[in-house]
């Protein structure tokens, strides 16, 4: 079963690239397909999505977009689950207590807070930049080193595509993405550590630094950094009494006295630290991993429309594929004297080179002998338009032709091929629409072939002539637009 395309991800923006690589269409097949979904022709996105629905069959497989972000999945999961883990480990080992020495929370703050805002800092810079800061982090993405592994294996020209296809701005977003949902695993896994170890254990937590800090200084840091949540759990905060009896000394015998006095105490600072790794490590990260997320659609929209052949495809969606051109003012060709045709208006185009036929609407247009597809080119070539297309003669029965000429009605447009004379299974039905009441106009059009741009030649002209003088009718005109 075909896969369908409802919106741009990497898998159909993998198989579109491949598509455009090996096949785009002609002008005419482009233009049809264009014309059967008008609807579509001012979003440019859905419109190449459903060029590529229609064509996935021809996409000749080199890399299997779904086989390949599989395996890119399975690697991501593998990679996410390693960052968790290690998160959790990291937090085990920053909170290992033995009973003797109280954990310095200095520690564990710079990898629950310091560390994951530095990086994030550090991926705002690097998403700012054009690829100086960006340079450097390329080397750390699991990307990166795939591409030079994969030089080593004998199916390395299947990853071609990728190198071409894939620009430096799509592959930067792609590895800060990566790079923010790791990070926000690792810190997950390190604040499930600290709830664990505080749950099983009884843990003594201080504070010591070499700088000359004192414990009012501090704790107006702890205040500010706890600025975020500070009025819905202010509880969390450690008090600054707090934080002058859990500063720790490793000279003196301030631990002996006043610490071990007040151990229980101590791990109160655990509902702090769980706050800042919250919020700093999970909730920041997790919403600058949103914001990345939807960058890296945002480019891949913005490449999937800059891919090779994607502008040439845009542009013959838009432009038809025949216009009809003349020097000088076209005039319609009368069936009897005594009737006057009506001379259809001429407009000038933008450049007051060329002019093109503008046709009235009818309520019916009818193409003999013609397809679906060629009566789209031709109206849109000559700018006509009708209530209702049918196509009658060829393939179809005298009883299908019979339904179409009664089911009409007023002005009718009927399309004929300039080459072919007209045959008895012709008349037969133009008879039928003249019999008809409900009709009013028939206008015979004369069609030449699309390469020569449905010009006809003065004695085609003059053998239809002819045929229709024959049939003495009021109702039938010629319409001579060479």
């Known amino acids: 079963m075909q896969k369908k395309y409802h919106k741009i991800t990497f898998q159909s923006y993998f198989d ?22 008008k609807h579509l022709l001012n979003k440019p996105q859905k419109m190449l999505l459903a060029w590529l629905n229609r064509h996935a069959f021809r996409v000749p497989k080199v890399i299997d977009s779904e086989k ?3 395996h890119v999945g399975v690697a991501t999961n593998f990679l996410g689950l390693f960052a968790l883990i290690i998160g959790f480990i990291t937090g085990m080992g920053l909170l290992s207590y033995n009973g003797q020495e109280p954990i310095n929370i200095i520690y564990y703050l710079f990898f629950a807070m310091i ?185 891949l929209e913005q490449e999937f429309l800059n891919l090779h052949g994607v502008k040439r495809l845009l542009r013959e969606f838009r432009t038809p594929f025949v216009s009809t051109k003349a020097p000088e003012e076209e005039k319609h060709l009368e069936i009897k004297e005594e009737t006057k045709l009506h001379i ?49 003669g060829g393939s179809y029965t005298f009883e299908e032709d019979e339904r179409v000429a009664k089911e009409a009605k007023g002005r009718v447009l009927l399309y004929v091929k300039s080459w072919e004379p007209p045959t008895m299974d012709f008349v037969d039905f133009l008879e039928e629409l003249i019999h008809n009441r409900a009709v009013d106009e028939i206008e015979v059009f004369l069609l030449g072939t699309s390469e020569d741009g449905y010009r006809y030649s003065a004695k085609e002209l003059a053998i239809w002539n002819r045929k229709i003088e024959g049939l003495g009718s009021k109702k039938v005109w010629i319409i001579d637009a060479k």
Do not use: C
């Open 16 to 37: 579109f690239l491949q598509l455009l690589q090996n096949y785009i269409g002609t002008h005419e097949e482009n233009r049809i397909f264009a014309l059967r979904q």
């Open 68 to 70: 390949f972000l599989s």
């Open 115 to 299: 560390l994951p805002v530095s990086s994030m800092i550090l991926s705002l810079l690097s998403a700012l930049s054009k690829g100086r800061v960006f340079g450097f982090l390329t080397l750390l993405s699991p990307l990166y080193w795939i591409e030079k592994m994969v030089g080593f294996f004998s199916f390395k020209h299947q990853f071609d595509v990728l190198k071409e296809g894939i620009s430096a701005n799509l592959q930067k977003w792609i590895f800060l993405k990566r790079l923010q949902l790791l990070s926000l695993l690792f810190s997950i896994g390190l604040f499930i550590a600290l709830i664990f170890m505080v749950v099983s254990q009884d843990i003594a937590f201080s504070w010591s630094t070499t700088l000359e800090i004192s414990a009012k200084n501090f704790h107006d840091f702890l205040v500010m950094v706890a600025l975020p949540w500070r009025d819905i759990f202010p509880s969390t905060i450690p008090s600054l009494d707090l934080v002058e009896m859990s500063q720790h000394y490793r000279l003196g015998a301030k631990l002996d006295g006043e610490m071990v006095s007040h151990a229980d105490k101590l791990g109160a600072w655990w509902q702090y630290l769980a706050m800042a790794t919250f919020f700093y490590a999970i909730i920041l990260r997790s919403l600058f991993y949103l914001f990345t997320v939807n960058r890296l659609q945002h480019i």
């Open 344 to 392: 259809k208006a001429l407009s000038e185009s933008q450049d007051d080179t060329t002019q093109t036929v503008i046709i009235d609407d009818y309520h019916n247009i009818v193409g003999w002998n013609l397809s679906e597809d060629e009566i789209l080119l031709v109206n849109d070539s000559k700018n006509i338009r009708a209530n209702f297309v049918d196509v009658v």
